[in-house]
């Protein structure tokens, strides 16, 4: 394993990319240029509280590694988006908790399941309710293909962060496959379900 500092970042690769793991590979989240991702942004090494709490990270990001070789997959609970989608996908699963649906977001990021994974309602911005009667949009989610949001209620805002964050997370996760495909990347055939092999098993050249 090879550490490198790169201002005030430390970069993490193997010593020769590519022996014990893929030299890259999005869905095991090691970079284009061969460094390990180790979270949404490069660990900061500016003090010793800093350095002390990176051993630990990277100890973690091996053991992710390790399950992936066993399973073929990340490990449950830990998957996430690639490039700025995860960004997206972290303002999603703030919105999830707060309305009581982490649990049934992970499922539709990680397996595919229930309504989150599938076409999202579009939402309408109703005027304020003259009724308090009005049902709560959450009541008839994956059953409307619009939900009419009540003025004024939290978690309508909520549930709208959720829709939006998630249709600009998989917005930027195409993104991010489409340009991995264009500069000639290709899946290293080590997890399930990665859209590059995908490609591959439909003939698109790859380099």
């Not at 890259?24 to 900061?44: A, Q, S, V, Y």
């Not at 990176?54 to 399950?67: E, G, H, I, S």
């Not at 999202?120 to 009667?133: I, N, T």
């Not at 309508?156 to 998630?166: R, Y």
Request: with cysteine; proline share 4%.
């Amino acid at each position: 394993m090879k550490l490198d500092l790169a201002g005030d970042f430390v970069c993490v690769s193997e010593a020769v990319p590519g022996t014990a793991l893929p030299a890259w590979c999005m869905e095991r989240h090691i970079n284009g240029d061969m460094t390990f991702c180790l979270g949404l942004d490069k660990p900061r090494v500016l003090d010793e509280a800093q350095a002390t709490a990176f051993w630990p990270a990277l100890r973690t990001y091996l053991l992710y590694q390790q399950f992936a070789d066993r399973n073929r997959r990340w490990p449950p609970g830990r998957w996430m988006s690639h490039g700025d989608a995860a960004y997206a996908q972290q303002r999603a699963e703030t919105a999830a908790q707060a309305l009581g649906l982490a649990e049934d977001y992970g499922r539709a990021l990680e397996f595919r399941e229930g309504w989150l994974a599938g076409t999202l309602p579009r939402l309408v911005h109703a005027r304020p309710a003259k009724r308090a009667s009005t049902s709560c949009p959450l009541l008839h989610v994956g059953r409307r293909r619009a939900l009419r949001l009540r003025d004024g209620c939290v978690r309508c805002l909520n549930l709208a962060a959720l829709i939006e964050a998630e249709k600009e997370r998989r917005r930027e996760d195409v993104a991010f496959v489409a340009t991995m495909r264009r500069f000639g990347y290709r899946c290293c055939r080590t997890m399930h379900n990665c859209a590059l092999e995908e490609d591959d098993a439909h003939g698109q050249q790859t380099l």
